[in-house]
T-cell receptor, first 116, second 113 residues
Framework: KQEVTQIPAALSVPEGENLVLNCSFT??????LQWFRQDPGKGLTSLLL?????REQTSGRLNASLDKSSGRSTLYIAASQPGDSATYLC???????????????FGKGTKLSVKP | EPEVTQTPSHQVTQMGQEVILRCVPI?????FYWYRQILGQKVEFLVS????????KSEIFDDQFSVERPDGSNFTLKIRSTKLEDSAMYFC???????????FGQGTRLTVV
């Protein structure tokens, strides 16, 4: 059964810093991995989708990497801003979920606070 | 930009009552999902739906739950007889393809009293 761990659970940084959020998953048999942000009491906003055949995916100040064989993904945020404050969730889509095509399995997230 | 729309944003219901949560997925998407998040916990998968039938469901999705696509635009989650432990934020999501990016709605906060 796929387990997803995100470290650190919380992170507070001053504005302008570059930072890395970590995600690890126990079963490397995945189709892809998606990163989301969640603002308090709100829905999930998709940030990046990285397919299992890809190593990296970039969108603006965000860069996600995937090392499927070691079960790790990182989300790099460059030049952080107070508006980046949110909880960041990673969610791999496993190949082996009840024998079907799978669904997203979420970590608990990293709560990021960027101080002005 | 197209988005997944959920109504209502907040619903309060008495234990034992039936509730229907509504979603309008993105129009050209073919795969639909329901997830839930109990306060302070992980987002959990409930069910996926494709080609007018359930393609996968979790152990949470028992006989009290059902999904339906009653017309070409809506996707609903029905809870037949709500329990206190059904209190959670329920998210609808959709994707264009099986392995495409999933887009989530803003959620319906269900409170069972």
């Amino acid at each position: 059964k796929q387990e997803v761990t995100q470290i650190p659970a919380a992170l507070s940084v001053p504005e302008g810093e570059n930072l890395v959020l970590n995600c690890s998953f126990t079963d490397s048999a995945i189709y892809n991995l998606q990163w989301f942000r969640q603002d308090p009491g709100k829905g999930l906003t998709s940030l990046l989708l990285i397919q299992s055949s890809q190593r990296e995916q970039t969108s603006g100040r965000l860069n996600a990497s995937l090392d499927k064989s070691s079960g790790r993904s990182t989300l790099y945020i460059a030049a952080s801003q107070p508006g980046d404050s949110a909880t960041y969730l990673c969610a791999p889509k496993p190949m082996n979920y009840g024998g079907s095509q799978g669904n997203l399995i979420f970590g608990k997230g990293t709560k990021l606070s960027v101080k002005p | 930009e197209p988005e997944v729309t959920q109504t209502p944003s907040h619903q309060v219901t008495q234990m034992g009552q039936e509730v229907i949560l509504r979603c309008v997925p993105i129009s050209n998407h073919l795969y639909f999902y329901w997830y839930r998040q109990i306060l302070g916990q992980k987002v959990e998968f409930l069910v996926s739906f494709y080609n007018n039938e359930i393609s996968e469901k979790s152990e949470i999705f028992d006989d009290q739950f059902s999904v339906e696509r009653p017309d070409g635009s809506n996707f609903t989650l029905k809870i037949r007889s709500t329990k206190l432990e059904d209190s959670a934020m329920y998210f609808c999501a959709s994707s264009e393809g099986e392995f495409s990016e999933a887009f989530f709605g803003q959620g319906t906060r269900l409170t069972v009293v």
